[in-house]
């Protein structure tokens, strides 16, 4: 029906579901399948979740819908996410968080092996995609039963919060001028990075404090026998492989980054930490050290 002026409104999506969309017992059913035992007790049914996010998104793989669910749970709204865009050619892509509430030690989850909702989520979307996959081959060899999605993506990343990668400075006043102590301090920050943490965790933090999103595009560059990952279409290039030398500088230079991320304990030398910032001051890059 026509507004008043020039709009027209949108037909409603009507309140009655469709027979189709399955009841707990069906979700429960899936799960069980994926994982050959009740590892989570009354999931959403895919098909129910994959009606309402049919309705709310646009199926041109064109278009990059997110799909954010705040408590996933086993992960239905990914296997939904995934399915759906098997068969329709969507490039649609999922959010899900879940705090790691704990299994109990009776249920078959964690006789199974799965210590917490977030480990059954994460396999729940691996198995799901792989047998995704599988159907959209087996029905690739039937043109009868093609789908519009041959090239379905199942990647997924996991982030866990936790502190910042970087050493904080103590600055607990020290009593009486203890120089000993004050040495201590500054020799456990010659490395500002903890020790137990990866360089994937620290590539995650640069790419937060830049302004990147955690989706931004990586691209591993081997630059004369060093890992330097490119950011997006090589605008940012971080390196946290020690032995950085001035030649590597100016090698990663000649990629015409308007900014490089180096950890500090990358670079060879004093000299070279030197070498690097005036070479890149020269040519109008931005060199950042952590």
């Known amino acids: 029906m026509a507004k008043a002026g020039d709009s027209f409104g949108f037909i409603p999506v009507s309140t009655k579901l469709p027979d189709s969309i399955g009841m707990t017992q069906d979700g429960t059913k899936e799960i069980t399948q994926l994982f050959d ?75 199974a092996g799965y210590s917490n909702i977030c480990e059954i989520g994460k396999e729940r979307i691996r198995r799901a995609g792989s047998r995704l996959c599988e159907n959209v081959e087996s029905k690739e060899n039937n043109s009868t039963l093609r789908t519009p999605n041959s090239t379905l993506d199942i990647g997924f990343k996991v982030f ?6 970087l050493k904080l400075w103590d600055d607990t006043p020290i009593e009486g001028g203890d120089l000993d102590t004050l040495f201590d301090r500054i020799e456990e920050h010659i490395d500002g990075l903890k020790p137990d943490r990866s360089d994937a965790d620290l590539l995650y933090e640069i790419l937060l404090k830049m302004g990147y999103p ?5 691209t591993a560059l081997d630059v004369d026998g060093l890992t330097v990952y490119k950011v997006e279409n090589g605008e940012m290039l971080v390196c946290l492989q020690e032995g950085v030398t001035a030649e590597h500088i100016e090698r990663m230079a000649a990629l015409s980054p308007q900014k490089i991320v180096l950890a500090g304990r990358c670079l060879a030398d004093s000299s070279a930490k030197a070498n690097a910032f005036y070479l890149l001051e020269n040519k109008g890059i931005e060199l950042k050290t952590v």
Do not use: W
């Open 160 to 165: 866990r919060l936790d502190t910042s990668n």
């Open 214 to 218: 955690l989706t931004a595009g990586l």
């Open 37 to 111: 035992s009740k590892v989570f007790g009354f999931p959403k049914p895919v098909a129910f979740i994959k009606y309402f996010i049919k309705v709310a998104t646009a199926t041109s793989i064109n278009d990059n819908d997110i799909i954010l669910d705040f408590f996933s749970g086993s992960a239905t709204t990914a296997h939904a996410v995934m399915q759906l865009n098997a068969e329709d050619g969507g490039n649609r892509r999922f959010i899900c968080v879940q705090l790691p509430e704990v299994c109990d030690e009776k249920s078959e989850a964690y006789k």
